[in-house]
T-cell receptor, first 115, second 115 residues
Framework: DSGVTQTPKHLITATGQRVTLRCSPRSGDLSVYWYQQSLDQGLQFLIQYYNGEERAKGNILERFSAQQFPDLHSELNLSSLELGDSALYFC??????????????FGNGTRLTVT | DQQVKQNSPSLSVQEGRISILNCDYTNSMFDYFLWYKKYPAEGPTFLISISSIKDKNEDGRFTVFLNKSAKHLSLHIVPSQPGDSAVYFCAASATLTGGGNKLTFGTGTQLKVEL
């Protein structure tokens, strides 16, 4: 058990809809990361937050947004969903600081299916 | 642009033998490398890491080797056990301006350890 909690585990929704994925980091970790894993793909970095502030951004679509709240949990919002957004979405946390060279600890992911 | 490449999608090894998983990277700014293991329906689990100032790091049955000139790293598992059967991801990171810790992942290698 990594200590990172993601909800829900599964989500099925229709094209054009909006969903929110939630992540609670490990106790003491200030950094939260979001990754997307599509079929037969590696994990694609979306975004990182540190203590409520955006710290690094990857290949995140404009239809997607994220935030980290004062209690350090994070939400990833996906809107105007398309079939191609179907994927596993992983949250990870690290450090106790924004420390570089700190392994990420992953949750078990949310499987999103867009029909 | 795949900056971290795992060219072998699968590898099959007999129990007790050595498993060697390979990874190549193209970005010379990468200076921290990690290996993760992933079982079905679970998130990736951190295995071992290496800084670019080293060429070898060992942890029990797992050893990671880094060849900076060739931009190549490998993970050796000795002896291999059936429980090692999983997908192994190579990941790399570089210091980002303003902090941050963006890991770039390969597409993974499915290791199967046979009895």
């Amino acid at each position: 058990d990594s200590g990172v909690t993601q909800t829900p585990k599964h989500l099925i929704t229709a094209t054009g809809q909006r969903v929110t994925l939630r992540c609670s980091p490990r106790s003491g970790d200030l950094s939260v990361y979001w990754y997307q894993q599509s079929l037969d793909q590696g994990l694609q970095f979306l975004i990182q937050y540190y203590n409520g502030e955006e710290r690094a951004k990857g290949n995140i679509l404009e239809r997607f947004s994220a935030q980290q709240f004062p209690d350090l949990h994070s939400e990833l919002n996906l809107s105007s969903l398309e079939l191609g957004d179907s994927a596993l979405y992983f949250c990870a946390s690290s450090g106790g600081t924004a420390s570089y060279n700190s392994p990420l600890h992953f949750g078990n992911g949310t499987r999103l299916t867009v029909t | 642009d795949q900056q971290v490449k795992q060219n072998s999608p699968s590898l099959s090894v007999q129990e007790g033998r050595i498993s060697i998983l390979n990874c190549d990277y193209t970005n010379s700014m990468f200076d921290y490398f990690l290996w993760y293991k992933k079982y079905p329906a679970e998130g990736p689990t951190f295995l071992i890491s290496i800084s670019s100032i080293k060429d070898k790091n060992e942890d029990g049955r797992f050893t990671v080797f880094l060849n900076k000139s060739a931009k190549h790293l490998s993970l050796h598992i000795v002896p291999s056990q059936p429980g090692d059967s999983a997908v192994y991801f190579c990941a790399a990171s570089a210091t980002l301006t303003g902090g941050g810790n963006k890991l770039t992942f390969g597409t993974g290698t499915q290791l199967k350890v046979e009895l």
